[in-house]
């Protein structure tokens, strides 16, 4: 199959891809050609029915993602349209593919109306829009792909011509795919001003994910989007416990939350430890035995927590790249807005990674993930057991593995339990550190109350002020 190369003169009187077929010869493209008519005709139709669609999907899909010429030509009148700020609508668009000198190529009046009275749903458009983008990859490596096989097949040229040229080939395929996510400045205030006006209007705690703990909540902001949080202490000191809090508060609001565990224990255990915490039975009382009367509060409970928005997977031999897909189809199928890992160091690297290299590749990929997905990533992280002696408070640079995590994350919290190293200090007190803070800048100490039982924690205020 010989799929036509793009025109790349994109200037506002063209700029269309040339094709070999026409909207009339449908029914000479393969059934497995990477397109979706339907798909084209919901984008173009969901921006008929609310124009201010278009600055959402502008940066996604563009002419040339269309494969019928005649949604090509309608695409760039809309897009000649919003560059001068003039209203789109049929009657406008009409107005512009008639300069163009495209109307009747875009299937006239007729064809926008039918456009408008489809059965698009608005709301679905970056759905739309994906399955655009993506067969429009398809079709760039299959052009890719065809360019290589009459390469390899020019007798002509030899081995290091071909290879030459393949690359230059590979070059401008790759800068096709991703040109789209570098456009001039003008074109991306748009977008930033509607975000700050959707801060205006929003409460602080719409934004972000809270901690559960309130004086965290301050000294933090809460876990914000496309930031990476570091969690850090050593065993049994309670880091899975500000996780677990932390996850909870979050769905409690309506906050999308995945959580994965890479320790020990399956998904059973992880609601278990939820379940604990929110009934106030120890997870060993849950499973040796309770009375009637609390497994009617067990049951009660349960109910209430399986309305939570969590995610929950249990896989000890995790790899960054599986979170990402994970957590990508989360998102795309429920929505989310925070990740908990619980613990970055026991996920798998890559083949003949050694651990500085697997750690290395962990803390790195945890940003990228954070940024890609738009959202917070939690990551409880062991301290490096013979970092810190006698028992004292760790730093961030005691954290196991690499110096990358310190690095790499906006905030890292040392949470630390004394009475694990002090017989005379209080087995419900835990020490909670802010010791990085590229968020608000905030640093400093404070403490927590810990049921021993059942790991619940709580504001030590509010426990001082109960006689606590």
């Not at 349209?81 to 875009?106: C, F, P, Q, W, Y």
């Not at 497994?295 to 927590?305: E, N, P, T």
């Not at 800048?441 to 006689?467: C, I, K, M, V």
Request: one cysteine or more.
């Amino acid at each position: 199959m010989v799929i036509q190369q793009r025109n790349n003169n994109n200037n506002q009187t063209g700029g269309y891809r040339p094709r070999p077929q026409s909207d009339t010869r449908l029914g000479s493209i393969p059934d497995n050609f990477p397109y979706s008519q339907e798909a084209e005709e919901a984008v173009l139709g969901c921006i008929f029915i609310e124009p201010a669609l278009f600055s959402d999907i502008v940066h996604t899909v563009k002419e040339n993602s269309f494969f019928l010429p005649r949604h090509q030509y309608i695409m760039g009148a809309m897009s000649r349209l919003s560059e001068r700020n003039e209203d789109i609508d049929i009657i406008t668009v009409s107005e512009e593919l008639k300069v163009m000198g495209r109307l009747t190529d875009a299937g006239g009046d007729a064809y926008l109306t039918h456009l408008l009275t489809a059965q698009a749903t608005a709301r679905h458009i970056n759905t739309y829009a994906r399955i655009v983008q993506v067969n429009d990859a398809r079709r760039l490596i299959l052009q890719l792909a065809d360019e290589a096989k009459a390469l390899a097949l020019n007798p002509e040229m030899d081995a290091t011509e071909i290879i030459a040229n393949l690359g230059v080939a590979i070059d401008r395929t790759s800068s096709e795919l991703t040109a789209h996510d570098m456009e001039p400045l003008y074109k991306h205030v748009g977008s930033v001003l509607n975000q700050i006006q959707t801060g205006m209007e929003a409460s602080p705690m719409q934004l972000v994910s809270p901690t559960g703990l309130t004086e965290l909540d301050v000294m933090m902001g809460g876990y914000r989007r496309k930031n990476v949080y570091i969690v850090a202490g050593r065993t049994h000191n309670g880091k899975s416990t500000l996780l677990y809090t932390s996850a909870l508060a979050d769905a409690k609001l309506g906050k999308r939350v995945a959580f994965y565990n890479t320790a020990d224990g399956d998904i059973e255990t992880v609601v278990l430890m939820f379940l604990a915490m929110e009934t106030g039975i120890s997870p060993s009382a849950l499973l040796s035995g309770i009375t009637p009367m609390q497994w009617r509060h067990v049951l009660k409970v349960a109910g209430d927590m399986a309305e939570l928005p969590i995610y929950i997977k249990s896989d000890k031999r995790l790899t960054p790249k599986a979170l990402y897909n994970h957590a990508r189809a989360v998102k795309f199928k429920y929505g989310l807005d925070i990740i908990y890992v619980d613990y970055l160091q026991a996920m798998v690297g890559g083949p003949n990674m050694n651990d500085t290299e697997r750690n290395n590749y962990i803390s790195q990929a945890m940003g990228q993930i954070a940024s890609k997905l738009n959202v917070a990533v939690v990551g409880a992280a062991q301290i490096n057991r013979a970092g810190v002696n006698g028992g004292k408070a760790p730093e961030a640079h005691h954290i196991a593995g690499s110096t990358k995590y310190e690095m790499d994350s906006q905030v890292i919290i040392i949470v630390h339990k004394e009475s694990l190293y002090n017989k005379d200090a209080d087995p419900t007190k835990l020490t909670i550190m802010v010791a990085k803070n590229k968020v608000t800048g905030q640093t400093g100490t404070l403490y927590a109350r810990l049921n021993p039982l059942t790991t619940a924690l709580t504001d030590w205020s509010d426990a001082a002020d109960d006689g606590g």
